[in-house]
């Protein structure tokens, strides 16, 4: 378990290096720290309760009991805590992507995230491509159309037009 959870947060990790200007919290990489020091305690934990067992220690196996129903109460108190918040945390999400594809322009590096974000998660805007009508690119490109990076992969002759939504 502690593998696999050092696993996921060095994964976390370094998916968070594409998506850095979503995320423009400092602290946005921190649940993927805390999970690769879970994974470490949880090492340390798992031999102390081995050794215990193979010790056949009462006061090993009491302690390792104990530290186990204190992670059940933390992993609960985290559930609980992140129902909560969700709310809040979806908030904040929409509200930096919306300010970063305010900013696109096609050019700098906050646009190649964009298309980027785009493209590997099949997606045109923030909620979907109409978000697009209101940022200053496409008021900008005297065409009314959407970046290419909405295009469907397999639409073939997709020059991101309204007229045409099927291929975004």
Not at 29 to 58: D, K, N, Q
Not at 91 to 116: A, I, L
Not at 134 to 142: A, E, I, K, L, M
Request: contains cysteine; glycine residues 6%.
């Amino acid at each position: 378990a502690a593998a696999g959870l050092s696993y996921v947060g060095a994964y976390v990790i370094n998916t968070y290096k594409s998506y850095d200007n979503f995320l423009q919290d400092k602290y946005a990489v921190l649940p993927a720290v805390i999970i690769i020091c879970v994974a470490v305690v949880m090492f340390v934990i798992g031999l102390i309760g081995c050794c215990a067992t193979f010790r056949e220690s009462r006061v090993g196996l009491g302690l390792f009991l104990a530290i186990i129903l204190v992670i059940f109460i933390a992993e609960v108190s985290a559930f609980v805590l992140g129902f909560v918040y969700r709310e809040k945390v979806k908030t904040d999400v929409q509200d930096t992507m919306s300010s970063v594809f305010e900013r696109y322009d096609g050019k700098n590096p906050e646009s190649t995230v964009v298309d980027y974000l785009q493209e590997q998660l099949h997606c045109c805007g923030v909620k979907n491509y109409s978000d697009w009508t209101t940022t200053q690119w496409f008021n900008s490109t005297g065409n009314n159309s959407v970046p290419l990076s909405c295009c469907r992969e397999d639409a073939k002759n997709c020059t991101g037009l309204l007229d045409q939504p099927q291929e975004l």
